[in-house]
Nanobody
Framework: QVQLVESGGGLVQPGGSLRLSCAASGSTSLINFMSWYRQAPGKERESVAGITRGSTTTYADSVKGRFTISTDNAKSTVYLQMNSLKPEDTAVYYC?????????WGQGTQVTVSS
């Protein structure tokens, strides 16, 4: 089992930055992939960025060059640095962790980009 606790969401003006964190506990040594998803009102949940245990990263086209995903040395906390935020980035952001035995989701954190 893996438990996830997210933090770092909030209200930011267009062009601003936020850093999301997702701390995993439990069987963290079994984690092989960590990622961030988001879901805007009335839209489906979409993948934003992902990182393997070997630190290979992937990004949605809409966030490339603006968002950066990373982990701590223990591979138990995943971060999402979001720069040059746009109103269309407004969504609930969810942390997702995959292990050999299952997939786990964080509770979600609201990010609102508005002037």
């Amino acid at each position: 089992q893996v438990q996830l606790v997210e933090s770092g969401g909030g209200l930011v003006q267009p062009g601003g930055s936020l850093r999301l964190s997702c701390a995993a506990s439990g069987s963290t040594s079994l984690i092989n992939f960590m990622s961030w998803y988001r879901q805007a009102p009335g839209k489906e949940r979409e993948s934003v960025a992902g990182i393997t245990r070997g630190s290979t990263t992937t990004y949605a086209d809409s966030v490339k060059g603006r968002f950066t995903i990373s982990t701590d040395n223990a591979k138990s906390t995943v971060y999402l640095q979001m720069n040059s935020l746009k109103p269309e980035d407004t969504a609930v952001y969810y942390c997702n962790v995959q292990t050999l035995w299952g997939v786990y989701w964080g509770q979600g954190t609201q990010v609102t980009v508005s002037s």
